[in-house]
């Protein structure tokens, strides 16, 4: 019997530069090898998005698995460290709380932390937030910065961090690595696609002055657009503006703070909500907001006031639709970043989409047949991803007890998912967390929106209540003591940048 023979992929094309596009262009580089020839075609005259400028700790993995050297890579993007974000006037006004990249306390029974700190938050016995037991927050509200202990015995093993950078200048720095790795870049506007008659495949692509670039394999890069994936392809576009309603966003510039705050703030605002992220050159700001509920020209002058004197830079104004490609993968084109969906930055999972992305394909890498089970497959697994993702961002507006403004009563009133509705039924009731161990968000993640945003539970878990033996009232006092001498150590966040990572930019 005759082997089948599998002819591998000898041409790569990505249409679309930005972060996704030379996230993609890197990975494959260093993955790939010189067997493949990668291009990315991109125009200067087209620029990208660049705004997304926070992320979540699996990027240090991305980094990693590149082999990038995080000190480098920070001074590098002008970036700074992220421990999480704290969210301001989402519950309510006048109200804030943190959600940590990390554990809530420590554990120190077979019980979990949090199920103790509800049987004791529900009795009376703490009358402060679960965010006293963060030790990310302890660290986020006092600027300082370390590195976490890899000794899982150690308060300081118990937080996470990612990074804020210039979204612009990683894109560059990984121009750079790409290249290295012989990547080869063409200067180009793509202004037509050629599908193949019989298979409907995409053949190759026409540039502005008659180039044509042709491909085996094409990774869609190209932004809001789809230029490939739903403008040559028409893979379709599902959308779920009814549960996520914001559809602009108003971003700019502002001066650079003297002390580097180490973590994300979004502030709710009576239309959407905006961000504010520190990097060592400058500060990123945006506004966040659905059209239907104020104006474009109303919500610029929102952040232009917000900012003052601050103000760095003009501001840019982007239209979106939140939702996802019904494909991700249709055909002989694979869509990553905005292409493939877009998800608003409110948990900064931009970045981190493009990079499962990416390892999704890598893991699922066709060969010249490019057998749709492959497709089959990263298609599903995507569109869960998309959707658990979705379920987590729309908790923010549903959970709220806002009702001084349009957004905040639709929000409250509106039905959500069923998959989100089940997850919120069982922690009011029961103080349990239902999740998949796939999802991306865990369950502290989950905890901070739940308590931070007033979904609290009718009861304590069960087991917590059985076990009243345990010292924890002790335990708690021994960790909230060990949180602040850990902290108390600690270098700033600013001091921290300066001896480790200071960036050019930001002289």
């Known amino acids: 019997m005759a082997v089948n023979q599998r002819v591998p992929i000898e041409q790569v094309l990505i249409v679309g530069g930005g972060s996704a596009g030379w996230m993609t262009a890197a990975a494959l580089a260093q993955t790939l090898g010189p067997a493949c020839r990668i291009t990315l075609v991109e125009s200067e005259e087209i620029g990208t998005v660049g705004v997304g400028e926070a992320t979540i700790p699996p990027i240090r993995h991305f980094n990693q698995r ?37 554990q809530h306390g420590a554990e120190f029974d077979t019980v979990p932390f949090y199920h103790y700190w509800m049987r004791e938050h529900l009795a009376g016995r703490i009358a402060g937030p679960i965010d006293d037991f963060s030790m990310g927050w302890a660290m986020a509200r006092a600027g300082k910065f370390a590195h976490p202990s890899p000794d899982r015995r150690m308060i300081q093993s118990t937080y996470d961090y990612a990074y804020h950078f210039d979204a612009v200048l990683y894109a560059r720095f990984l121009r750079g690595y790409a290249e290295a790795r012989g990547v080869k870049r063409v200067e ?19 540039l502005d002055d008659g180039r044509v670039l042709e491909a085996e394999l094409f990774i869609d890069c190209s932004g809001f657009r789809g230029l490939l994936i739903e403008g040559a392809l028409e893979a379709g576009y599902e959308n779920w503006q009814h549960w996520l309603p914001c559809d602009r966003a108003v971003a700019a510039p502002s001066l650079r703070q003297a002390g580097i705050a180490p973590y994300t703030r979004s502030t709710a605002r009576t239309a959407g909500w905006q961000w504010r992220i520190p990097l060592q050159h400058r500060t990123g700001n945006g506004y966040v907001h659905c059209n239907a509920f104020i104006g474009e020209q109303e919500a610029h002058d929102t952040l232009v006031d917000s900012l003052g004197d601050e103000l760095a830079g003009d501001p840019r104004l982007l239209r979106f639709v939140t939702g996802r490609r019904r494909a991700f993968w249709h055909r002989n084109c694979v869509a990553i970043g905005l292409s493939a969906g877009f998800m608003e930055p409110l ?13 999704r394909l890598l893991a699922l890498f066709p060969d010249k047949a490019m057998s749709p089970l492959l497709a089959r497959e990263y298609n ?12 987590f961002l729309i908790l ?3 959970a709220t007890e806002r009702d001084d403004a349009e957004l905040w009563r639709y929000c409250a009133a509106m039905p959500v998912p069923d998959s989100l509705q089940y997850k919120i039924d069982h922690f009011r009731e029961f103080g349990v967390l239902v999740a998949d161990e796939r999802e991306l968000f865990n369950n502290p993640s989950w905890i901070a929106v739940y308590l931070g945003q007033g979904i609290v539970p009718e009861r304590a ?4 209540t ?9 335990r708690m006092q021994s960790i909230a003591g060990a949180m602040q001498d850990a902290v108390a150590a ?4 600013s001091q921290f940048i300066e001896q480790h990572c200071r960036s050019a930019a930001a002289a």
């Not at 180009?188 to 026409?206: M, N």
């Not at 059985?466 to 002790?474: D, I, K, T």
């Not at 600690?490 to 966040?493: L, V």
């Open 466 to 474: 059985m076990r009243s033996h345990v010292p924890v009232a002790e």
């Open 461 to 464: 878990p069960a087991m917590a």
């Open 380 to 391: 599903a697994q995507t569109a869960v991803e998309y959707e658990r993702i979705r379920d």
């Open 396 to 398: 923010h507006y549903k």
């Open 490 to 493: 600690m270098p700033s966040h």
């Open 66 to 102: 590149l082999g990038i050297d995080e000190a480098t890579f920070v001074r590098e993007t002008g970036g700074s460290y992220k421990l999480g974000i704290e969210f301001v006037d989402w519950g309510r006004l006048g109200h804030s709380y943190f959600h940590p990249f990390g």
């Open 347 to 359: 948990e900064s999972t931009s970045l981190h989409l493009i990079q499962y992305g990416i390892l």
């Open 188 to 206: 180009g506007k793509v202004v037509d696609v050629a599908l193949d008659g019989a298979s409907g495949d995409i053949r190759s692509v026409t």
